[in-house]
């Protein structure tokens, strides 16, 4: 129950923020559900961006949908959820990404999940007097992530306004990542090999979606190129790996930004702040670089990428080339 006591903590702290809800409800704690999901739609919409800019350069793919879905269970108070959000069912989709295959689909916010790939979404009625929990939408997008790794098109039964609807989704391969806020108010990041994580204290730190995308590329960049497996592997001098591959990400995110339609210079102007006011913290730690020294790189590498030609206005970012020869 502590992430459920996170969750109570942090949503205190987003103050309430218009979102595109056309049902403003009238509570702080609804229109805090819906600043979250705001948040949700912001970090998925920027993830899509930079996974779709470089997808003819990646190795690892995967298929994004380019939805929000949420469970009304995930919600501390489940009648205050169904006054920010409508649900169709209990799983249902919070948010599209704009351009994205499912809203190509013609899915809205709202439609609910009543199948995906055969098995039936598990719901039980009786099971609304539980407390709060995150499980059963944390293993269906599990199950969904799975499905679409395996390259096959995915059949949903969708409960929508108009009623019942079987849809095929066959999302097209992009640079592979998952994208998720974390609720804290801490402003950080990171990568498991799989997903990206961003905490809600970081999405309000940036400036703006060009300095969101330097964070997320960085961390996506960490996912594209394997390195948690080489760290993994790496029987000794962990702290030269680890820095090796921080030099990587960076220089990685340039492209990715730049390949996507984000401005690279955000890179820069982010990692300044974010430096000087981090102060020691990370930056003090023998792993990472000391923030002029990434700000260096990042220059340089910025430098490299607008003297190397460009296709459509999409580069091949080096690292990706080097990964893609490796076996
Ligand atoms: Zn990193």
């Known amino acids: 129950m502590k992430l459920i006591a996170a969750f109570v903590a942090a949503i205190a702290l987003f103050g309430a923020v218009a979102t595109t809800r056309n049902r403003p409800p009238d509570d702080p704690i609804a229109l805090a559900y819906q600043a979250l999901i705001a948040k ?8 899509y961006h930079l996974a779709q800019g470089s997808a003819a350069y990646c190795r690892n793919t995967w298929r994004n949908p380019g ?5 009304e269970r995930q919600y501390p108070d489940l009648a205050l959820a169904h006054r920010a959000f409508t649900f169709r069912k209990p799983v249902s989709i919070a948010a599209l990404v704009t351009g994205g295959p499912a809203a190509r689909a013609g899915l809205q916010p709202g439609d609910g999940l009543t199948a995906a790939d055969g098995s ?32 096959r098109p ?35 990041a ?5 997903r990206v994580r961003v905490t809600s204290g970081l999405i309000d730190y940036v400036r703006d979606d060009d300095e969101l995308a330097a964070v997320v590329a960085h961390e996506m960049a960490h996912n594209l190129l394997d390195h948690r497996p080489r760290i993994e592997a790496s029987k000794s001098g962990k702290t030269k790996v680890i820095k090796a591959t921080e030099a990587e990400a960076d220089r990685l995110s340039v492209w990715l930004m730049a390949n996507a339609g984000y401005d690279p210079e955000a890179a820069i102007s982010f990692w300044q702040r974010y430096g000087k006011a981090t102060g020691l913290g990370i930056f003090s730690a023998p792993t990472h670089y000391r923030w002029q020294t990434r700000v260096a790189m990042l ?11 460009a296709g459509d206005d999409r580069r091949d970012p080096p690292l990706l080339a080097a990964h893609r020869a490796k076996q």
């Open 120 to 151: 039936v979404v598990w719901y039980d009625p009786a099971a609304k007097d539980q407390r709060p929990t995150s499980g059963r939408i944390d293993g269906l997008r599990e199950t969904i992530a799975m499905r679409l790794s395996e390259g």
């Open 190 to 194: 990171g990568a498991d090999g799989k």
């Open 67 to 71: 939805w929000v879905l949420h469970d």
């Open 299 to 309: 220059r340089e590498e910025i430098d490299l990428m607008s003297r190397s030609p």
């Open 154 to 188: 995915i059949r949903f039964g969708i409960a929508t306004a108009n009623g019942h609807r079987d849809l095929i989704l066959d999302p097209p391969a992009v640079c592979a990542s998952d994208f998720w806020v974390d609720v804290r108010s801490k402003r950080d």
């Open 40 to 47: 949700d739609l912001r970090l998925a919409t920027v993830g």
